[in-house]
DNA sequence: CTGATATAAATAATTTTATATCGATATTTT
DNA sequence: AAAATATCGATATAAAATTATTTATATCAG
């Protein structure tokens, strides 16, 4: 068994890969980590080192065989077995992410939406029931969840939080822009748009400064 | 002046600090970097060194001034001077964007949207109005826009990024699950949830693996 | 004023991550 | 069949980031 531990940043990394392999199967055999890496814009060492703690098989001059590699960073990445998960506060953005047909491409299958707004409780979007929150407790016990996406108001979100992992949850995916407070065994993992809003305005006011010049 | 080379770690933690920063200012004059991590699950020295990149006021026994930290990471973020920035597709996710106020905290100011889907075409999400997508050169150029956010579906990602690169924007925030190829010059932010995804259900696997017992 | 204490700042050590180098191997070309 | 080439895999090196340790300093209680 393959189970080596992989890093966190190689672990970002493989479902990256795995997109773009599926997205090129068909049209070819094999792929290189090179081809890989270009199309990245990474060091193709780099490429062949993060497969390599998944698979092992590439052949020299010839690289990757696409079906066996998707098959096993599938495997790798859990994205066989599918997991339950539900979404906590159908908002906009809560809408946006139902609505969204890709995680089932991850093993990820949202079976459930809770509000508790009541003009939309009831409804359901893109075929996933929204219910009302009071029904979240015995909701996660009886399916045995332990997966949850939050994407309530960040006022509500710590006692949302704190809620879910009253009733079983293990991991949060937190869109609302609030550090929550989790004991630990349980994982939140926060989508922090400020933070990559950050990267980009410093490359632009980069780009100015060199642009007016700054010479010595 | 204090314009050291922040490293991508440390940037992308600044906002973070920012955000809790504005939370608590009023309640307590002074923070101590301790307090910070604690608040946040890091280390307090690594909160230190970070704050003393844009910083470096902090007193001993008191801690930081919540004030004047504020103002120094808002300049330091470019919170001050809001930058103008367009949002390309108008869907789920889109709309999710522009309804979300806290953009502007961090000095970014949505001033348009634009989608090819006459029925949304003239409408306003938010007070911001929708444009059609064949106005997006002459409004850019007009306009001086150099940062673009991208919701568009994947299949048309690629294409709408060579427009945005052809009309002078130097910078790309990529929502979209695909990989853009962009000149050297602008930066591409991929927000990619399969990472975060994949982060998350290794631990929901671990907690698995560990609780089954794995006893030799 | 003095000493205890909390805290910042500086330095060092550790860990993680990324890149470079090199030999081995399969494929293609001659 | 032999040589050339592209590529893998392993090892080594370098860079970056995090954590630990030590030192210095400001505040507060007595």
């Keep these: ?111 459930a939406a809770f509000d508790c707004a009541e003009d939309v409780i009831g409804r359901r979007v893109c075929g996933i029931p929204v219910l009302s929150s009071e029904e979240l407790e015995a909701y996660c016990r009886a399916h045995c969840i332990h997966l949850a996406i939050l994407t309530v108001p960040a006022s509500a979100a710590q006692q949302m939080c704190d809620r879910l992992v009253g009733c079983g949850i293990r991991a949060i995916w937190n869109f609302a822009p609030t550090i929550l407070r989790a ?12 933070s990559s809003l950050a990267v980009l305005t410093r490359h632009l006011n980069e780009g100015r400064r060199t642009e007016a010049g700054e010479s010595i």
């Design 183 to 194: 004991p630990a065994g349980v994982t939140v993992e926060n989508e922090n748009l400020a």
């Design 1 to 111: 068994m393959n189970q080596k531990t992989v890093s966190e940043q190689t672990l970002r990394r493989l479902p990256v890969y795995l997109h773009y392999l599926r997205s090129v199967r068909g049209e070819r055999e094999c792929i290189s980590a090179t081809a890989l890496a270009q199309a990245f814009g990474l060091n193709d060492v780099q490429v062949r080192k993060d497969l390599g703690s998944v698979s092992g098989l590439g052949r020299p001059k010839v690289g990757y065989a696409v079906e066996e590699l998707i098959a096993q960073l599938e495997g790798f990445l859990g994205c066989r077995a599918a997991t339950s998960v539900i979404l906590v506060g159908a908002g906009h953005l809560g809408t946006a992410l139902l609505s969204y047909a890709g995680f089932l491409d991850y093993g990820l299958d949202i079976c």
